[in-house]
């Protein structure tokens, strides 16, 4: 990206990551290393990594830490403490929706999060993103 001259953001979605042999199964020591000194340097080149998980279990807690973004809506109190260091996330409030919780900077705001089901059929397991 530095010698293409290309700054447009690249965003890269993961969805069952977590599950995955070297990570969350059979955990690869190096694998992990590598993907935390990964996640240390794609903000510079404005990639971003954006990972999805209903659960922080089998998550270190060095990946976690790496991230800059950290968000929990509507979890367990070990997945809320684990994640943003705080059990707000498994708190009980008055609201139909509910709310998500950001961490960052050791920052942690609280935000609307809106649930609606989905009544549409899905028509592909995979999104192609063309430059």
């Not at 367990?76 to 009980?92: C, F, K, P």
Request: hydrophobic fraction near 40%; proline fraction near 2%.
């Amino acid at each position: 990206r530095d010698e293409s001259g290309k700054d447009s953001p690249i965003w890269i979605f993961l969805i069952g990551w977590d599950k995955g042999t070297g990570i969350g199964v059979d955990t690869d020591y190096q694998l992990r290393g590598d993907l935390n000194a990964l996640l240390a340097v794609v903000g510079v080149h404005n990639i971003h990594i954006v990972f999805l998980s209903a659960s922080a279990s089998g998550l270190a807690p060095s990946t976690i830490a790496a991230c800059k973004y950290r968000i929990v809506g509507r979890c367990s109190m070990d997945d809320s403490t684990s994640i943003i260091e705080t059990r707000q996330g498994a708190m009980s409030y008055e609201m139909s929706t509910g709310w998500m919780f950001i961490k960052r900077e050791n920052e942690v705001t609280r935000d609307k999060l809106y649930i609606s089901e989905v009544t549409r059929e899905i028509t592909a397991s995979e999104v192609t993103i063309m430059d």
